[in-house]
């Protein structure tokens, strides 16, 4: 049952589609701007490219029962 979840959310997510999910959060695919990142063991910069990833916010309701 865990599998369809997932595969489902995938599957929205793939195709540029948010997830929201009532009462626990939305996740969305977000645009990452291409940077200059350092390699902390030899102190090289690099160049990283633009991609795309998945963020998730979660909801008002569930937030607040965390913190009670």
């Not at 009532?22 to 090289?44: L, P």
Request: hydrophobic content about 35%.
């Amino acid at each position: 049952i865990y599998d369809n979840i997932f595969n489902t959310i995938a599957n929205y997510l793939l195709t540029d589609n948010n997830v929201t999910i009532a009462n626990f959060g939305t996740f969305k695919i977000s645009n990452r701007k291409g940077r200059v990142g350092r390699n902390i063991a030899t102190g090289e910069t690099l160049k990283i490219r633009s991609h795309k990833t998945i963020t998730f916010k979660i909801s008002q309701n569930l937030k607040e029962r965390l913190n009670q």
